[in-house]
Structures are given as C-alpha cells and as structure tokens.
C-alpha cells in the first residue's frame, strides 16, 4: 500500500507521550501522506482554559508540515462528555447530544483541511468510540477502528459506560477493518466484525536497545540515586497499583524506587503518602529520546498495573521497551503479559510481586539479557506495520 492519503483522527497530541497512535502513523508516512488531526480535548486542562487556548482554530485552518507526508492539524476544542453528578435520565440524552455536536466540529475541520489539502476518497483511521459518527462524511475509501484499550471500562463515570460500550460496538460493527492491541479486545470485537485482527504493541527496537551500548549516559538525576534501581516508565495514571508501590518502597528502602513519565495519578492520602517517602522518586516525563537511557539505570523494571478494569485486557507497551533494554522485568499477572512468563516474572499477589523483584535483582545472566532482547527484536513497531499493511492490502486494491 503506498500513495494513499490517510486521515487520522488521533487520541493524542503528536507531541505527548508516543503511543500506538504516533509510532504506527509516523511509519505509515514512509509511503503514504498522513494527515494526524490532534484532539481538541485535554483532560488535564480546565475546559475553559483549554477553549480559549484552542480558540484559533475554530477560524483559521493551522497544518504543521513535519515532513512531506506527514501534516499536523490542531482542531477546536470539543465538549466534556458528561459531568459526573448528572442524573442516568439526563446524561441517556446528554452523552448522545454532546457527541453529535463534537462529531459536527471534527467534520467541519476534516472537511476545511481536505478542502485546503487537495484530498479525495482518503483511508479513514480512528481510535475511539465518539468517532462512529465521522463514518461515511468524507467519501473514504476505507474505515480503520485502532482499539488499543477498553473505553467503557476506563471511565471515571460508570453512569455512561453502557452509553460508550453502545458506541463502540456501533464502530466495530460499521468500520472495514478493526485492529485490537489485546487479545480479549479483538476476541470481543470479532463478533461484531469478522474484518478485526489483534495487532499487539510493539518497540522501536533501535532506539530502546541503545540501553545497552556502553556509550549511552545515565542521566544525572538517576545516576547517583541509591542501587538498587526499582523503576517503571511511562504513563502514571488510574491503571497503576499505588498500593504496590508503597510497598515496594518500603520492602526496599535501602534502594530506590523510580517513576519515569507523566503523573496523572489520583492525587489521594495513598498518593502522597507515596511521594513523601525518601526513596520514591518521581521523574516525570521525559524525552522519547531519553528513555533508553533511564532504563539502562534500573536493575529492575516494573510493571505495577492493577489486576482489574481495562487493565486485564490491556498490552502493556512498555513490555518491549523494557525487553529490548534488556531489563529484568516483573508484571502483575496481567493476561496479555503471561505468553511472556518464560522471560518476565508475574506476580499474583503483592508479597508475589515483592518475592519476584527480589528473584529478578540476581537475573541478571548474559543469556537472560539475550532472550529479552530476542523477544523485543520480534516484536517491533516495523513488523507490526508490516502486519498492518498485509492486511489493508486486498481491500485498497479492491477500493
């Protein structure tokens, strides 16, 4: 597949945390032009703020040429989805109506930047529930659903989560082609489509093995930080098990404890708690770039992700990132995790968990880092595109 143009209408800015999102989009623009729509809604802004900031593009059509084929094209801010006090009655017509007026401002926009951009019949490409809506506006020759998490489980407000769940199956049921990350999402999905396949997460494998080039610097702020290293890296939210972390630093309070990434973890006693302890260190987020080389400074890499929710489907995407760099790892026993137990230790329960970082401080045998790295060099975001374009090609050539 190579000269198509690709509308995608992303989850996330370019410019945060690179997921599925960027990596498979960054690699579809080798031979193909990428238009990559960045949300108009960030959750950890105020909304007005975050309307006023965004109000530019109400009127004037702003794309960022990152290369050829690749054009950045910010979108107005959309609606809240609902408020959380809001009687079930309300929000059954609510939800529905805020997600058609969001619907008409991303068409609107896709619309305008078709018009400026000289495009025609374009692939489709979306990732949540809230999209359904965009089908069949803009004379696409194909219609792609990437679902890379659970969306009605994620919810914050359980009122609406039969609202999404209806969404999302409308999605599954109307795109050409569906690609899950996690097993238990394309089994589901299946069902409603028999076009959905299971494309997991992957690694760049050349950036993340530079861990283990001799010539890679430890970053200052981990380098002199007390050994052992306990570590995770990326995104810090609602799927992470605090109560694990307190306990892990308090089982190793001789070493450290060290979160890499952006915190957007429920700010409650057990959160604080957790920040006040003097071997808990939390790093934020740091560059893509940069990550190989905090990783090349844990002995240990973490996977502390809570055993329920949309976690239990989940494909961690820092499993391959954490191979490739050849760390030890230790998982909760997360499903899509355990066709991995022969190389990443799985823990059932906290003292399990605790048990098994203490089993993976002495892992650390050369062929050990070479089975890591062996599994990571499968399981990479080229092969993963590879998989993707073997599977688009019967329908672009029949399109």
């Known amino acids: 597949m190579q000269g198509e143009t690709i509308v995608c209408v992303a989850t996330r800015d370019w410019d945060s945390m690179w997921r599925n999102n960027q990596q498979i989009m960054s690699r579809l623009a080798a031979q193909n032009r990428v238009l990559y729509f960045e949300p108009g809604r960030t959750p950890t802004e ?11 593009n109400f009127v004037r059509l702003r794309p960022q040429k990152l290369h050829d084929n690749l054009i950045l094209i910010p979108t107005p801010s959309c609606l809240p989805l609902a408020r959380r006090r809001l009687p079930r009655a309300v929000l059954r017509v609510m939800v529905p109506l805020v997600g058609w007026i969001n619907a008409r401002i991303l068409i609107r926009q896709i619309r305008w930047a078709m018009r400026r951009l000289d495009v025609h019949a374009p692939i489709l490409w979306l990732y949540e529930p809230g999209h359904a809506h965009l089908i069949g506006k803009f004379g696409e020759k194909l219609v792609c659903y990437t679902n890379y998490d659970e969306y009605a489980h994620i919810l914050s407000n359980q009122r609406i989560k039969a609202l999404v769940q209806r969404s999302d199956d409308q999605l599954s049921r109307r795109a050409d082609v569906i690609f899950a990350t996690g097993r238990a999402q394309w089994e589901r999905r299946r069902k409603l489509n028999p076009n959905a396949h299971f494309v997991p997460n992957g690694v760049d494998f050349d950036l993340f093995h530079t861990a283990l080039d001799p010539g890679t610097p430890v970053p200052p702020d981990i380098a002199d930080l007390p050994r052992p290293v306990i570590g995770y890296a990326g995104w810090l ?7 694990l972390l307190l306990r892990t630093a308090e089982a190793y309070a001789g070493g450290s404890l060290v979160l890499v990434g952006p915190d957007e973890m429920p700010k409650d006693e057990r959160y604080h708690r957790l920040r006040s ?9 740091k560059p893509r770039a ?4 905090y990783l090349k400074a844990f002995d240990v890499a973490l996977i502390p992700y809570v055993l329920a929710g949309y976690t239990l489907t989940a494909y ?12 030890a790892v230790v998982s909760t026993a997360l499903p899509e995790v355990r066709p991995f137990e022969h190389i990443v230790r799985l823990a059932e329960t906290p003292d399990e968990f605790i048990h098994q970082i203490g089993a993976a ?7 050990a880092f ?3 790295v062996d599994v990571a060099r499968q399981n990479t975001w080229d092969q993963r595109v590879a998989e993707i374009y073997r599977i688009l090609e019967p329908f672009v050539r029949e399109s």
């Open 290 to 293: 940069d990550l190989p080389a």
């Open 46 to 56: 105020p909304v007005l703020a975050e309307m006023r900031r965004n109000l530019p």
């Open 277 to 285: 302890l003097p071997n808990a260190h939390l790093l934020g987020r």
């Open 361 to 367: 401080l002495c892992d650390d045998a050369p062929e």
């Open 370 to 372: 070479q089975a890591r």
């Open 237 to 243: 939210a609602h799927q992470i098990d605090i109560d």
């Open 316 to 327: 961690p995407l820092k499993l391959h990132e954490y191979l490739a760099a050849g760390r």
